[in-house]
Every structure is written in C-alpha cells, then in structure tokens.
C-alpha cells in the first residue's frame, strides 16, 4: 500500500480554560491515504475537531500540542514556523466548515473571493485565476458558474455556497482536505447532493479527506476508514464496512443502535440507549473511560486504561472484551423491546382536525417603487388529522411550513384561514382567546433546548408552574407531583433547584416534555425536539416519548426534518412542500411506494445507517421556493422528476385516494406511480430488513 | 425503560477520579473572571472607597467642611492640609471627602429612578409592540436628540436648582438609554420559546413581564446602569459648576472648581484636587461597569 498522505501519531492537545488545563485530545493515531476519506465520528465534546485543527495546528489561542508527531506528504508539520504554516492553509491543506455563509465574506462577489485563492497560492495573474475559478465552479457541477461568480454570498442558496466552499477548498488541489460537518447545516435534499459531490470528488482528486461528522448515515455515504472518537481518544478504527457489520467496541454498538432503523411496519422495538453522558475530560473515569457507560464492563475494567490495539487486519479497538462483542443484529435484539405493536381493532377517533388551515403573512411593502404586497404562503391550505393516542409525523424541507402549521394549532401564530378543530369543536385562532382548559388540552416541546427553559428559573419551577396553573394544584401537591414528572422523564430528584444552565441539551429537553406532559394535555406538538442533540441523546429521547405515549396515550404531532425519526415515531405521516401537503397516510403506506414524487425524494436523499442498502439516487436540483412566488399548478413542479409537462405547470393536482387512509396530491395515477417506483424500488427491501 | 439512576450513580462512583473540578457558581464565577481583570478590579475598588466615604465622609474628614481658619487661606498643601486650603481657610481634602455624599446621592438616585421608570417604558413599549412602541420609541428620541447638559441646564433653570430637581433633571436624561437598553432585550426575549411557552399556558402579561422577562434583562441592565451612574457624576458636577447644581454652603466639587476659578495663578491646587478627585472617580466607575460588562456579559452578547 501507498505511503500515507496525512499522518497523525500520539497527538495530544491541551485547552488552558478558566477551569484549569483541559486535556482534550489524548494519544491519537491515524493515516489517511490518497483518494481516501477518514470519517471521524463521535458525540459533541468527543474533541473531533480539535483533533483536526489541533493536527494542522490551527487552533484556538488557548489551545497547545503537546505531545505527538503530525506529518503531511512526510513534512513534519509540528515544528514548522508560523510562516510556512500559513503557507501549507490553503494550499496544501483546504478545510470546509459547517456553515457556508460564515465562511464566506458576505461583501465580495464569490468570483472575487475564489480567485484570491488561485492567485494568492497558485501564483496566477486575475485572468489565469478566472479561468481557473471558472474550471473549478463547473468541477463542483456549479449550473453556469460566470453568474455565480458575479453573485454575493446572500444571494446563493446554503447548498450551493456549499459547493462554493468545496471548490475554493480544492483550488489549489490540497494534500489534505478537511471537512467539518459540511453538510449538517444543509437540508436532507441538498445534503444528498453535496455528498454526491464529495464522493465524486474523492475519485477525481488526490486529496487526502479528513471527514468530522456525528452522523452515522453521512458516513456511510463518502468515508472509506472511520475512527470512533469518544472524549479525546479513538475507541475503535475500521474499514467503513467492518465497522458497521462487525463493530469490536461496545460503544459503537451502542451507536449504532441508537439510530432508528428504516423499517416500514407498525411494530416498534425501543432504541439501545447509553446511560449517563460523555465525561468531562477533566472528570475521566479511572480505568476504561466509556466503562461507566459500557454494557460489557467487568470489574477488570476499571483498573487499567485498555490501549487502542490491533483486534483484526486493519481493524483497532480500546477494548478488553472485544472479542465479546456480538454482532450489531443479535445485540439490538437483546438491547431493546417491542414497544408498539400492530394497531388493533377500531381506528381511535379524532383529536385534532385541520381543514384547510391557512397561514398568510403580510410581506413588507415597497416603499419606493410601490409594489403591491404579496401575501407569505407560509401554510395554504393544510388539511391533517391527529387521532387519539397516536403520532401524526411532519416531514419537509426547511421553509416547507410544517413548524407553521404547529404553530397555528396551537394558537401561537393564528391561521389566517381555515378551520382547526378538536375533537370537533373549533378553536379560536389565537392562544390568547382559548380558555384555559382548551390551552391545557394541546402542549408544546421546541426545538431549541437552551431557549425553551427560563434561564433565571429552576427546573422544579419549571415543571411546577403549569400544574398549579392549569392544573389548579396547592403548591405542596404541585411539588410532589414535579418530583413524579421528574422521575417519568428519567431525572434524578435531586434536579428540581437545579437552574437550566447546570443541565445538559438532552436534560433540558427532558424538562420541556415533563413540563408538557405537566399539564396532562392530550395533544403534544414536537417541533424537532431532537434535532439539535447527540444520536445517543436523540434515542433515548425517542425511546421516552414513545414510552410516555403508552402510558398516557397523548397524541403527538412529531415534526422533524429527520425521515429515520419521523418513520419511527409516527403512526401517521404527513409530507408537507411549500405550504402544503403532498402526501398524508399511515405511516406504511407513506413509507412503501407509491409514493408521491416528493416523498421518494426525500427517501431516497435520507443518510441511512447501513452500508449495505441502496438507496435509487433520485436528487432535487434547487430549493423549496420563497413562500411568496408560490409556483402555479403543482407548487412541487418545478423541482419534480417524474413532471408531466404542462398539466403540472397550469393545474392544480387532485388528490388521489390510495388504499387504506393514504392519499397523494399529484397528477400521476397511484398505478402509474406504483409502476414507475417499483421498477427500482428506493431501497433494496430485503437488505433493510435484515 | 425506567432507567435506574441510582444504579447509574454507582457504577459511576466506581470510576470517579480523584476530586472533580467543580463548576463554580455564578458569583464566583465573575469574580474570579473580575480578579483577572486588573483594570476592572482597581476601578471597583476605587469606587468602593468612594462609596465608603460617601456614607462615612463626615466622621472621616479631619477637619469640619465648614470650618474657617484665616491663618491658612490659600495656603498650599502641607501634611496638616494635604490638598492645601481655600480663600477662606477650608480645608480642601475635607470638603472633598464631605462633598462625596451629594455627588453619590443625587447620581445614585437620579439613576435609580431612571432605571425604574426607563425599565417600566423599555418592558412594555417593547413587548407590546406596533405602533404605540414607535410612538413612544420616537419621543424618546427626541429627548435624546438634545445635548444633555443643555436639557438639564434648561430643566433647571426653569424648576430651579434644589437637590430634589437634581435628580429629576438626572432621571429625565437617562430614561431613555436605560429604556431603549431594556426594551432591546425584550425584543430578543419576547419571542424566545420559553416566554411562547408561557403565553400558551396562559400567563397573564404582567407574569410574562415582571417573571420571565426581566429577570433575564438584569445583567445588562446592572451594566448600563453602572454606565449611567459615572455620566451622572459628570453631569452633576458639571451643572454645579455653572451654579444650578448642589448649592452653597454644601461642599460641591463642581462648585469647588468654579470657586478656584479666580485663585487659579496663586493658588492652582485649588481646582487641581477637586478636578482630579471627578476625573478618577469617573475613569474607576467607567473601568468598574466595564468590567462588570466584560464579567457578565462575555462576548458581548448574552450569558
């Protein structure tokens, strides 16, 4: 085998904090060769990036390497001045960011800024550097890249700044090319695209790929070798492939089966959860520092440190008992329970109806050239049901108005239209003109943990406030029943005085459904609850709220961006585009074809956790449109692979009734669909449910 | 799925290493963030000297402020007088120390009262929003519009000095930072999920206000008001300067420096003591809400 391009031995770096010295990265190891790509997986604060910056040397100001050798090509990168360092960034080195627009700056024309690149490293005069920019544009398969490079950053959409990063990374074909989380920040959609992208890249060009992620399916889609990083040090290194059939580290296992699987049946087995948090790399456990966590652990490991060794050609471990550790299939089995079986008997009635809800926002008029004001579709004409004791799942790209939608059921942001109506009778449109007990009936978990708990106000005022409110408890009753929602959300008692600073994201977001669920309402409304955390923190999140569902039979309304999290949770599915809802069903028939052109998208674009299947490489050019220049016809159009020609573009779609409750919203004959989708099926069936 | 936290809590204890470093509590927290802050510690501790001569002043001072004693008129400064003594035998350090009293209660509570009363326009003009919060936004800004000194010069030239319109005039200038300061947080807060949270279970507005808004605007409301607080010291010696402040015969710095004004070729020290004694209590509460910035509001931002 080839020499390694980028090399990395008993690296450690020191962080000096206010705390103290943190030692962030400890004794890591690893080579990344030519036309390959090193995944870096591992939850947040497992020091992933610190790694990669701290190997380039590009680091905080608090932040040292202390120890280890870095080579790139065979250069020593270690002792090299901050000359020739800054030589080799962006040369020899290229790194994309998470977010395209804050690498970019926002006042020079994209052209303007990448071929600063070319000149600065390449050595070329404006013109040679405009070609080249113009070369490199139409290698990241940028659609008409002279007008792009006339372009602002703000006027480029997140996927295609994204591309735009990539090339201006690659101009000056790096040794070494680091990727930090380039896609996380992007829709599912465009996020396929990129990926697409990156892969192809990967053939054409020599760089050396050094890929951080935290997600599990994006690996799968680009690395060649992954490495799996748990608070400063690798756990386990493997080929893609090895690693995900035969994991050897109990933590990955965990990992992995912290994902859903994508499995369209109504049964539901539990997710494998991994108690406790990631430690603090100042508060690491004496002996193996995952065995506090680990399923596996013995007495024995709590003596000594296990060192990342060899377990199988290529394939290391940090574990005693790796020869324990069964294969993934067998341990989720053993790791997890059936918690929702097949629905049985009579459909539940009704909860919640929407009919034809509309969500129009003013838009600011022109003030000078005085054009009339269109109206944002935000939400133009949803109609959804949620019956009782079930989860009704919203899926869509950002901007497709599904967060709208929850907003106007329960109150915070009227409908301008429509009806919205539970069980039967209507609701005022505005939270402000429900009575109480109509407000305690629908709660709310939002997205952002960290803005959903008062920062000034502790947990147990949290969850107490409503029961004393809504639920007309004394104080005294109110505390004990705190301390019941406490433990049914899995928090010690000892949490109730804790402020919400001292708690981590997923601890938050256990205290924002326990203060849903405080009001013992029938309906809660997820607006990604889970999107902002860890997989593991997002499995036992699942895990919870679908274990509460049993217990209390509330209804969900799950909204998410995720396909693998919404097929797990929900009963029903709704797809929304623009406004609209392109499809809504149960959630198998949603799931199985036909589908409707949007859904078998979205499908196909989700990153799935599992090398072996293989999904139809259907791709969306372009972004959801702005809610104001709603498209004629078929709002799904434009952007539509399976498009009929000029009956999409002028006329509404029908809706077509499928079997079961299941309807379409597309000019296309369900037959039709079936037909077409079943010739490749999105994903090879049998493999996905092995 | 009933996890078993205690469970959980002992398999951990069988790993704890040594001693945890322990996240400090917030307080402690900000002083340690404080202590590696020279500047910001040597304005606090200025100020806090300040202060403890503004309330122990008299009992401190050597000799009586009002006491006359011709022998020494204009005399420079001397152990006995170590800021020297005016035309008519006063002794300057006295009347400086005394004098601390009238600049820390009329800023002191010109600003309390701006702070209150800007705060009250800054939470409701905020949250409610629309047209009364431009209304009122604008009319703010015509206040500001002028040029301070000038509004309080025309303020009190009209009511007429007294140490009660002193702090009116105080108060008037400085409403509308302090409501424009509090009235920026309650837009960034308003829409935040928590206080969504509350609207949707029901809360009334003035829970919404006084319980889950403000206590979230008070670090940077503490700043500003800190930041008022070292203005209203100039302010005030500036207007007693041009004789519309504190009134003779109570010791004023201001008013010290108008009166050094004909002694200044014989007798500089006159005005150079009490200058100098405005300047460093300006630049310490300037360093000290700095700080205070710099300590609460790392980044610049919020928490």
Redesign the interface.
Known sequence: MARPVFEIEGLHIDYAT???VLHAVRDVSLAVHEHESFGLVGESGSGKSTLAMGAIRYLASNGTVTEGSVRLNGVELLGLSGKALRELWGSRIGVVYQSPLSALNPSIVIGKQLAEVACQHLGMDQAQARTRVTEMLTKVAMPDPEAVMRRYPHQLSGGMLQRCVIAMALMTDPSLLIMDEPTTALDVTTQAVVLDLVADLKREFDSAILYITHDLGVITKICDRVGVMYAGEFMEQAELRELFKRPRHPYTLDLLGCVPRFDPTPQKR?LV?I??AIP?V??????CIF??RCGF?EEAC?AARPPLAEVAAAHLSACRRWADVPPPAEYLREAT?AVRAEAEGARPGVLVAADGTQVHFKSAKGLVRGRTARPIRAVDGVDLEVRVGQTLGVVGESGSGKTTVARAI???TPATGGEITLHGKPLPRS??K?P?AT??E???V???PD???????SVGDAIM??LT??GGLGRHEAKGRAGELLAAV???VSYFDRLP??LSGGEKQRVAIA?AFA?EPELILCDEPISSLDVSVQGSLM??LM?LQVEKSTSYVFISHDLSAVQHLSDAIAVVYLGHVMEIGDAVRVLTPPFHPYTEALLSAVPLADPDVKQKPIRLGGSVPSAMDVPPGCRFHPRCPRRLGDLCREQEPPWRDGEGEHRIYCHIPLDELARLQAETLVLAAAEAGA | MTDSIVAEEEALSGFRAQTPMDRPKTWRLYWRRLKKRPAALVGTIIFCVFLFLAVFGPWVAPYDYQAQNVKVRLDAPSLSHPFGADQFGRDIFSRIIVGTRNIFLIGGFGTLVAVIIGTAIGLASGYVGGASDEVVMRLLDVLLSFPSLLLALVLLSTVGPSNFNLVLVVAVLYIPMVARVVRSMVLDLKNKEFVEAARVRGEKRSYILFREILPNSLPPLLVEASMRFSYSIFLVASLGYLGLGVQPPSPDWGLQINDARNFLPIAPWLLLFPACTIAVLVVSTNLMSDGLRQVMLPGGGRN
């Open positions: 206010e705390l103290g539990s959860t108690p406790g603090r100042d508060e690491l456990p004496r002996g065995g506090p652990v709590k329970e329960i109150g915070l939270a402000g429900r109480r407000l305690r629908i709660q709310m939002f997205q952002n803005a959903s708990l008062n920062p000034t106000r406030r409503p409110l809504l899995s928090l010690p600073h001292e203060r009001a895990n919870l274990k």
